[in-house]
T-cell receptor, first 114, second 111 residues
């Protein structure tokens, strides 16, 4: 079945540090890949969408890239701030079949200290 | 534009009790999802609707969970006889056939 693996459970950084989170995915279909951010007490919010056609996406200083060869996609930010502290999830939607279903990774808790 | 609203925000039950969660999606969104998010895990799809029709309920424990969306707008998720393993946040999301917009969730604790 479809799966998304997100290995980094927790990341602690200082302000202005570089953030990098990696996910790998597995599917026999055509994936669209997403990064969601979840702040405490709230539902997930879409941060970025990356299609396999464009390989990259960017929003709010974050950039996502996709590597079809290794079936992985990454989220990065050059200089994190304390307000970036949240849980970040990678997710995948496979077109065709039961389209619309999102498969999430386990999440990465990012803590940025000043 | 109002976002997805859910109620209640919190629920605490004893094992064996029943509970219902209510979701009001964004107006005009034809697709509605229910996810279960255990503590420190990613959301996992339970069921989703397009209008009033169930599209996928393969992950819904059918012996105790049920979900309806009778008029294709609001939806209710019900747990008939809660177990401690049901402790989680229950998220509702809606979509106009693209991006999913999530509500704040209902945090359920089963003692």
């Amino acid at each position: 079945g479809d799966s998304v693996i997100q290995m980094q459970g927790q990341v602690t950084l200082s302000e202005n540090d570089f953030l990098f989170i990696n996910c790998t995915y597995s599917t026999t279909g055509y994936p669209t890949l997403f990064w969601y951010v979840q702040y405490s007490g709230e539902g997930p919010q879409l941060l970025l969408q990356v299609t396999t056609a464009n390989n990259k996406g960017s929003s709010r200083g974050f950039e996502a890239t996709y590597d079809k060869g290794t079936t992985s996609f990454h989220l990065q930010k050059t200089s994190v701030q304390e307000i970036d502290s949240a849980v970040y999830y990678c997710a995948m939607r496979v077109t065709g079949g039961l389209s619309g279903k999102l498969t999430f990774g386990e999440g990465t808790q990012v803590t940025v200290i000043s | 534009e109002a976002g997805v609203t859910q109620s209640p925000r919190y629920a605490v039950l004893q094992e064996g009790q029943a509970v219902s969660f209510w979701c009001d999606p964004i107006s005009g969104h034809d697709t509605l999802y229910w996810y279960q998010q255990p503590r420190d895990q990613g959301p996992q799809l339970l069921v989703y609707f397009r209008d009033e029709a169930v599209i996928d309920n393969s992950q819904l424990p059918s012996d105790r969970f049920s979900a309806v969306r009778p008029k294709g707008t609001n939806s209710t998720l019900k747990i008939q006889s809660a177990k401690q393993g049901d402790t989680a946040t229950y998220l509702c999301a809606s979509s106009p056939r693209g991006e999913q917009y999530f509500g704040p969730g209902t945090r359920l604790t089963v003692l």
